[in-house]
């Protein structure tokens, strides 16, 4: 291994038997992160990771998915994981499930196993688990996938490789203007239209909710305080609750007729509150300036 592999992402290489779980494993780690490459030709995985090194980094981790469609399987996946052979800290991942799992999930996506030939399901399994063997034996980490259902896989490979930083929540606040329509990847949606609106005060028409004289003005009505102290005490708690179910991103639209004051306000003071209480958040203003 090189001197300075340690200094370098991680590389995971997924792998394992059909039906198991190898694409769920992939987007958990994409969610956490890693820059995927899904069917990778294991003849590849050098180039792979010499490319990621030169676009995005030494410090990019990146994780592989690699199958029997490679062809050369174990020999060639097994001469690119020789000992520094990327020069970076690698794990390897097999994921397992027991035959009648496998039939099972494989007849429910009625998709063919990629070995199955002329014959049955049952008969593809049974040459992958041959072509794997050796594979399996070496392998840094198995997960047997067959009593766990798609949040429990992705909780098994968040505790295995997610950081506290990737295991966060991270929260988007954003302002909008109904006249534009709501933000299509919206969670929760609030509406500021319950209170007075700014354009209609002459010395705050062509500020906007970023101004602290608007700030203040949209702060001070009356329900603002007690929006606030109502709402984002839901959203810590809807928060904690993705955060259980392994979800990691949400976004919250606060909006009024232009997006220009009152959301714009609100969303600063939200996205400050939730802040404070320990949550990754950004604040964003789709319309400001559409006006």
């Given at each position: ?9 991680e ?7 059909t ?12 969610d ?9 030709p294991?003849?590849?995985l ?18 592989v ?20 052979a ?35 399901l049952?008969?593809g ?7 794997l063997?050796?594979?399996?034996s070496e ?22 490789f ?8 991270r ?30 005060i002459p ?5 906007t ?6 700030s203040?003005?949209?702060?001070e ?5 007690e929006?606030?102290d109502?709402y ?25 007729t232009?997006g220009k004051h ?10 400050a509150?939730l802040?404070k209480?320990g ?13």
């Open positions: 291994m090189t001197a300075d592999a340690h200094d370098r992402g590389l995971v290489v997924v792998t394992g038997m039906g198991a779980g190898r694409s769920t494993a992939a987007k958990e780690l994409e956490l992160g890693y820059y995927v490459v899904d069917n990778l294991p003849s590849l050098r180039d792979v990771v010499r490319l990621v090194d030169e676009s995005r980094g030494l410090g990019q981790p990146i994780a998915v690699v199958d029997v469609r490679s062809g050369s399987f174990f020999q060639s996946l097994q001469a690119n994981l020789a000992q520094g990327t020069g970076r800290r690698t794990t390897l991942v097999f994921l397992e499930a027991t035959d009648d799992v496998l039939v099972r999930r494989q007849e429910a996506a009625r998709r063919p196993h990629p070995l199955q030939g002329a014959g049955r049952l008969d399994l049974q040459r992958e688990r041959v072509v063997a050796d594979l399996r392998a840094d980490l198995v997960i047997d996938t067959s009593g766990l259902n798609v949040h429990q896989l992705t909780d098994r490979i968040a505790e295995s997610g950081t506290p930083d990737t295991l966060s929540l929260v988007t606040v954003t302002s909008f203007g109904f006249k534009y329509g709501i933000p299509v990847d919206a969670d929760y949606v609030a509406d500021m239209r319950f209170l007075p609106n700014p354009h209609w010395e705050l028409r062509g500020l909710g970023k101004d602290g004289s608007v203040s003005y949209v702060m009505q009356f329900g603002a305080a929006f606030l109502g984002v005490p839901v959203l810590e708690g809807v928060a904690a609750g993705y955060l259980r179910e392994g979800k990691r991103f949400m976004t919250v639209a606060i909006g009024c232009g009152r959301s714009v306000a609100m969303t600063e003071e939200i996205a509150r802040t209480a949550y990754e958040v950004r604040a964003t203003h789709r319309d400001l300036g559409r006006e």
